[in-house]
């Protein structure tokens, strides 16, 4: 009888032992963390999320939301006529702050908003802007979809590679 199931338990290792050397794996690839980021812009969704990930795939930035209040800080963003608003210390240097918002250009189109007319008709013929309390910000810039809209508080060698990235991030698409 031991012999019996001493058999039969060689019988079945070597079956499980057969089977996964078939090639025929079922299991789903698992992230390592060793895999490339994309620096391709197209990868990432054209929304505020999919650029945030895009200028931190760049080093830029830090959006992930267990560093909000370190890394970054929600900006009170309809001030400008945008829809929504986070200030970055910048990754690649400390002595640089960048703000990013986004702009809901339907419904700009639909209700126009005096507050984001301004600013962004300012922005496209200058790069500045005055805001509420009548400081002019200098520095912003509008993505060439008129979508997003980043203000760059530094100046560092990366400055216009971070500028031409921000401005270029789905130019093509509304």
Same mark, same amino acid.
Do not use: W
């Given at each position: 009888?031991?012999? $019996? ?6 019988? !079945? $290792? ?12 079922? *299991? ?21 999320? !999919? ?10 930035? &830090?959006?992930?939301? /267990? ?9 009170? =963003? ?21 703000? $990013? ?13 005096? =507050? ?8 496209? /013929?200058? &790069?500045?802007?005055? &805001?509420?309390? !009548?400081?002019?910000? *200098? ?8 979508? @997003? ?16 990235? @921000? ?8």
């Amino acid at each position: 009888m031991k012999r $019996i199931i001493a058999l039969l338990l060689c019988v !079945g $290792i070597f079956v499980v032992a057969a089977a996964g050397c078939t090639g025929k794996s079922t *299991k789903k690839a698992v992230a390592t963390g060793d895999e490339a980021i994309s620096t391709n812009a197209a990868d990432y969704e054209n929304n505020f999320k !999919g650029l945030c990930t895009y200028l931190s795939a760049l080093g830029y930035i &830090n959006p992930k939301e /267990k560093n909000k209040g370190i890394t970054y800080s929600v900006m009170d =963003a309809e001030i400008i006529g945008a829809s929504e608003g986070r200030r970055f210390v910048a990754q690649h240097t400390k002595n640089t702050v960048i703000e $990013i918002y986004e702009y809901d250009l339907q419904a700009l189109q639909s209700t126009p908003d005096e =507050a984001a007319t301004d600013v962004r008709a300012s922005v496209q /013929k200058d &790069n500045t802007f005055v &805001n509420l309390v !009548g400081e002019t910000v *200098k520095d912003a810039y509008l993505s060439d979809n008129g979508r @997003f809209l980043m203000i760059y508080s530094g100046n560092d060698d990366s400055k216009e590679e971070v500028i031409n990235n @921000f401005k270029s991030f789905h130019a093509n698409d509304k």
